[in-house]
């Protein structure tokens, strides 16, 4: 088999393609959660903290001379990324606990049994008729 074949089952497998979709999905899913945090969640908690627009928060280690720019620990951002993750890691919890409550209903009921073929029944028959005598 060569190399282009093995490649090709490889990336043509359920799995792979599965976390393509994932990945893809993901990336789009972190852009709305980063919108989410940053257009909507944020402004608020700024006004209720006193106006505080927490994208510029920063701590100014060096101040900018000439061509070089201002060293600065931009704290800020990180909080809202803190937030990004918060938000994205419950939305992944609460659809996982959805898939599992899910697959624990679909266990949780028992197929039927399989109706006994005719042999079975034939060989019950007889069984009850040797009992019998």
């Given at each position: 088999m060569g190399m282009a074949q093995e490649f090709?089952?490889?990336?043509?497998?359920?799995?792979?393609?599965?976390?393509?979709?994932?990945?893809i999905i993901g990336g789009a899913f972190g852009k709305i959660v980063?919108?989410?945090v940053n257009d909507v969640i944020m402004p608020p908690i700024?006004?209720?903290l006193g106006g505080v627009d927490f994208s510029s928060?920063?701590?100014t280690l060096k101040e900018a001379s000439g061509d070089?720019?201002?060293?600065?620990?931009?704290?800020?951002?990180?909080?809202?990324?803190?937030?990004?993750f918060l938000?994205?890691?419950f939305a992944i919890f609460m659809m996982i606990k959805l898939l599992s409550a899910a697959k624990k209903k679909e266990e949780a009921a028992p197929a039927a049994p399989p109706a006994p073929s005719?042999?079975?029944?034939?060989?019950?028959?007889?069984r009850d008729a040797l009992r019998s005598r």
């Open positions: 090709k089952a490889f990336a043509m497998r359920g799995n792979v393609v599965d976390m393509a979709v994932g990945i980063s919108s989410l700024g006004v209720a928060l920063a701590v070089a720019a201002a060293v600065t620990i931009n704290y800020g951002v990180f909080i809202n990324t803190v937030l990004d938000i994205v890691a005719k042999e079975e029944v034939l060989l019950t028959e007889i």
